[in-house]
């Protein structure tokens, strides 16, 4: 099992990111909490990691904290939440805004991200309430991987594209794009802007 990745920072395609591992790139899938503090491109990064075996893949997912690894961890465990589901749940509300959700039996605001329905909410409200009494109560932004970066060319692009990778439909997405800012922003700061704008 790969516990974690530490190497070079070499390319960014939100969600993907490829990290150079004295020689060797290691493609990992990250949430968007995730890549909001990632250092620029040529820069060591060391990432948590899971990896998850289906039948026609392997995938590799990197976190910055253990507390989104283990959040993770613990979704992937819900029936009928799979790993890119519960990326998109990590990439769309915070460890903490999460927990709080279980706790207050909020279903209306789970709801508000992309795949998640009532019943579904429901469930995951359900499964978790028991889990998350294991979670650490400190902010796990506060474990800092490195700097927002600007690198990009056609951020915008790019932030369309990693919502539709999250599950966002294509029309939705840009409507949610017309909400914000994107003009001389990053990708990281037109993502931030918008999940901000979508999630309590």
Do not use: W
Not at 38 to 62: K, S
Not at 72 to 95: C, H, Q, Y
Not at 110 to 123: D, H, Q, S, V, Y
């Amino acid at each position: 099992m790969i516990g974690f990745i530490r190497g070079v920072l070499t390319h960014k395609e939100p969600p993907l990111l490829l990290v150079d591992v004295q020689g060797v790139g290691y493609e990992l899938e990250v949430p968007m909490s995730t890549l909001f503090r990632l250092p620029a491109i040529g820069a060591e990064v060391q990432l948590r990691t899971q990896l998850v075996i289906r039948d026609d893949q392997q995938t590799l997912f990197g976190f910055g904290t253990e507390e989104e690894r283990h959040l993770f961890r613990n979704l992937v465990k819900v029936n009928g939440v799979g790993a890119k589901l519960a990326l998109t749940i990590l990439s769309g509300i915070s460890v903490e805004g999460f927990i709080r959700c279980v706790e207050t039996e909020d279903k209306a605001a789970l709801t508000k991200l992309p795949g998640i329905g009532r019943k579904t909410a429901e469930r995951l409200i359900l499964d978790m309430r028991d889990r998350i009494e294991t979670f650490s109560r400190h902010d796990s932004a506060a474990e800092n991987i490195g700097s927002i970066p600007d690198d990009g060319a056609s951020p915008r692009a790019e932030a369309f594209n990693a919502l539709v990778t999250l599950g966002y439909k294509p029309a939705e997405t840009r409507k949610m794009l017309e909400k914000v800012a994107t003009e001389n922003q990053t990708t990281e700061e037109i993502l931030r802007s918008v999940l901000r704008a979508a999630t309590p």
